[in-house]
Structure formats: C-alpha cells, structure tokens
C-alpha cells in the first residue's frame, strides 16, 4: 500500500551541512512572497510565435517542443512524453504539484503564487490537449492566504480543483501523489498515464501558461538557488540552458565561497542527484542546492533498526532490498519491494549504519 513518510528528522545530525529546520519546522513561510530577480541578460519581449488553432494534439506537441516548453524531472516527469501518450491511453485527470520538499525553500510555492494565471492557464490548456475531465491543483495545507488567495480565486473560476495536502515529503512525486488523489496505483518511474493521469509542477504549468498568454516563446525560466551552509537563497528569472557555475556567478553566490569544496545538488536534497558545475539547467529540475563536499561517516554493518522500513512510503524493505541486490538475488529483490522504489532518498538519511542503499538502488542490475 502507498502512504505518505512522515517527516525525517530521527537523523538530523548525521549531514552538518543541512539545516535542522529545513525538515523539522512546518510553518517556515515567509511574510511575502519572494520576488523573482532576473538575471541579466534577459530580453524583454518572449519571441512571436503562432499557436495552433484549436485541439488537435499534433500541432500543439510540434509547437511546444519548437518552443523549448519540455519539462522533464521528478515532480513532472516528460510532460511531451505523456501528452503524446495521452493520444493513445485514455487521461481523464490533470494533477498539478505545488508542493516543496524543502520548506526552507518554498520554490514551487513561489511559482504558484507569482505566476497563478498562467499556472491556470497552462492547466487547462493540459486538460484540454488530453481530453481530461478533471485538474487538480495540490497545494500544501498551511498555506498563507497571501500565498493563495489569487490562485484560489483564479481556480474557481476555471473550475480547477484544489486540494490541500499535509505537505510530507516525498508526497509530491507521481507515484504517491496519484494514488493520493485518484486511489490509482502507478507504479514508480513508469509515465502517469498508465494510471489515467497527467502530472506536471507548478513552473511547467506556468511556464505553458506564459507561452499561451504571450503567444511567444518564453526567454526565462523559474528558478531556485539554496546556499545550506551559508543559508542564504534566491529566486530568479534565468535564460534556458544556463550553467550552473554561471548561474552561481551571476547570482553573486560566488562572493560567498561557493565554489570552495562546494557540492550542486539538483532537486530533491534528500534524491542526492549530483551534479558538475557545467551541467545546464532547462527542462530538468529547477531546483540547485549547494552543500559542502563531504564523504561522510563510512558504512557500518546494518543493526536491524527498523528505520529504513518504517519511514519508507512505498512499503519497501530497503535493507532486505539492498542484501538481494549484493547476492544478485531475483526472488528475495522482488519480495523486498524492488519495483515500488521511487528512489526518494528517505532510507539513505535515516540509517544508522550509513549504509549505502539509494546509490545501491540506483546501480542494481538484478
């Protein structure tokens, strides 16, 4: 059965470099919503663009992809891919994640609530392409109304249903935040249409939302950096395919030591996806945290805890899983859960024994 982890805190000291209250405190909002800086140089006009003329889904697809708008990562996985496998498979509900897995960093949040026009806009035109009956919006339930009152309002009045959702991280990924809604179960990594459902983020929404009010290709996309050592942040406005060490240069991170023994990590701190100061930001996540390079504690023999097993929200028994992936053992793989991993990171953080299950589950070949 898949359930919603409670939040890890049990192993708060076991990454110096992660904040405490970044996954203990629940109401870290700030009074205002935060201001998107752009970062120069940006034009000031998107380019001109024809839409095509009403639903046929082949045009739009050729136009979007023309336009850059693919959007592929953990909250919304190959947006292009599932609209084209909406052509074939019946879709009857839109679901849109406006939800963080860092409460330090507000990041789709933010974008929901600078951006709730087109965030509804891009919804229903996703509706629409897919011929779904349903949007959903899910936003966390502690939300201020600062936060939301526009995008409530504009929801009503494109009949966008929103759900609010006790914000437990990894709630926002597809796997768990289809079943959520729709009681559907989708297995992880396979695209939500499997399960009848089209997901997206909230900045893919509004990013699609732009492009449809401006009728032009959009020259920036959303975007967050989060210093955990130094705490400090910023939301910008950033050109597509941007490098990090150039977005952490222009941003003026790079006056703080960024660079000194630093680590980008892109996404969901807790995922570990690592990344080179080179690689781009664009249709992949939006997200960039910096840490501090360290190899950690080494591995100790596992203690038989529990942890792994009760703090995991797919129901996998992460350490029986990673004994059958070292034994190459099919059988014992499958019985541990192999195929309900949604990789989120949770059994990683939370083991004593530091034992190297996420990278194990990413590697295995059983």
Request: proline fraction near 10%.
């Amino acid at each position: 059965m898949l359930i919603c982890a409670p939040t890890v805190a049990k192993n708060i000291n076991k990454m110096p470099w992660l904040s405490a209250p970044s996954l203990t405190q629940e109401n870290l909002w700030p009074a205002i919503v935060p201001q998107f800086a752009p970062l120069p140089p940006l034009p000031n006009d998107p380019t001109p663009a024809d839409l095509p003329a009403g639903s046929d889904l082949s045009p739009w697809l050729t136009a979007m992809s023309a336009a850059g708008l693919q959007a592929d990562r953990a909250s919304s996985p190959d947006l292009l891919g599932q609209l084209r496998a909406s052509a074939d498979q019946l879709v009857d509900s839109v679901i849109i994640t406006a939800l963080d897995s860092d409460p330090a960093l507000r990041f789709q949040a933010a974008v929901a609530a600078t951006w709730p026009r087109q965030l509804i806009a891009g919804a229903r035109l996703l509706a629409r392409l897919a011929r779904a009956t349903q949007v959903y919006l899910a936003i966390e339930q502690n939300a201020p109304l600062e936060w939301t009152q526009t995008l409530r309002r504009t929801a009503f009045d494109q009949s966008v249903r929103i759900v609010e959702l006790p914000n437990d991280y990894p709630q926002a990924d597809p796997t768990l935040i289809v079943f959520t809604l729709t009681g559907r179960r989708l297995r992880p990594h396979h695209p939500p249409p499997q399960a009848r459902c089209l997901v997206a983020d909230a900045p893919a929404a509004a990013t699609i939302g732009r492009w449809v009010a401006d009728q032009g290709i959009p020259s920036w996309i959303p975007c967050a950096l989060l210093d955990h050592r130094t705490g400090k942040s910023a939301f910008l406005k950033i050109p597509p395919a941007i490098p990090i060490n150039r977005l952490v240069e222009s941003a003026q991170f790079s006056h703080d030591g960024a660079f000194d023994g630093a680590l980008p990590i892109l996404g969901d701190l807790l995922r570990d996806r690592r990344a080179a100061w080179t690689d781009r930001i664009g249709a992949g996540e939006l997200v960039i945290h910096l840490i501090q390079r360290d190899q950690g504690p080494p591995s100790t023999p596992c203690i038989r805890c529990g942890w792994c097993v009760e703090l995991c929200p797919t129901g996998v028994h992460p350490a029986r899983l990673l004994d059958a992936i070292q034994r190459r053992d099919h059988r014992l793989a499958r019985r541990a859960g192999e195929h309900s991993c949604i990789e989120c990171g949770i059994c990683s953080y939370a083991c004593p024994a530091n034992l190297p299950l996420l990278d194990a589950f990413r590697r295995r070949s059983v």
